[in-house]
């Protein structure tokens, strides 16, 4: 049986997760030279870790360093 919204509508999971990731998320990008993007392709691969991880780290430790500096 499909699932109802509170006011009886079909729900539509794929509708729900796209605006769920509208409201939500964000995305960043860059250009870099093919061969640098391939070396960190490579090093990612090498290491067992994920592009986004390494992104997400990069900018946690820019925004701590931020935080840490404007409370000086």
Do not use: H
């Not at 960190?40 to 992104?55: E, M, N, P």
């Amino acid at each position: 049986m499909p699932r109802k919204t509170k006011n009886g509508e079909p729900f539509d999971q794929m509708d729900y997760i796209k605006k769920w990731g509208k409201e939500n998320m964000a995305t960043i990008s860059g250009r870099y030279k093919k061969e640098f993007v391939q070396a960190f392709k490579d090093a990612c691969k090498t290491l067992g870790i994920r592009q986004s991880d390494v992104y997400r780290k990069a900018m946690q430790a820019v925004i701590d360093e931020a935080e840490k500096s404007s409370q000086e």
